[in-house]
Nanobody, 114 residues
Framework: QVQLVESGGGLVQPGGSLRVSCAAS????????MAWYRQAPGKQRELVAE???????DYVDSVKGRFTISRDNGKKTIYLQMNSLKPEDTAVYYC????????WGQGTQVTVSS
């Protein structure tokens, strides 16, 4: 069983920046494809950004150029740097790990509001 613990969420004004982190409990972290999903109230959970074991990244169109996903295999942690935040980015952000199984974190709230 892999535990994923997110941190770094909070309240930020439109146009601001925030970085969320996800720490994994597995020694096989470097094998996992890692991702960030988000779910806004009344909406389906959507894939925001993904990073492969080789650090190849992919993003949903709505965040391209604003968000950056990265990983630190030594710290078994991924990050999502979010810049130029918009109110529509408000959601619970979930960490996801995928390899021999799929695991989810508990989520961290990001609220973009003035």
């Amino acid at each position: 069983q892999v535990q994923l613990v997110e941190s770094g969420g909070g309240l930020v004004q439109p146009g601001g920046s925030l970085r969320v982190s996800c720490a994994a409990s597995t020694d096989f972290f470097h094998f996992y494809t890692m991702a960030w999903y988000r779910q806004a109230p009344g909406k389906q959970r959507e894939l925001v950004a993904e990073i492969s074991r080789d650090s190849v990244t992919d993003y949903v169109d709505s965040v391209k150029g604003r968000f950056t996903i990265s990983r630190d295999n030594g710290k078994k942690t991924i990050y999502l740097q979010m810049n130029s935040l918009k109110p529509e980015d408000t959601a619970v952000y979930y960490c996801n790990a995928r390899w021999n199984n799929i695991y989810w974190g508990q989520g961290t709230q990001v609220t973009v509001s003035s």
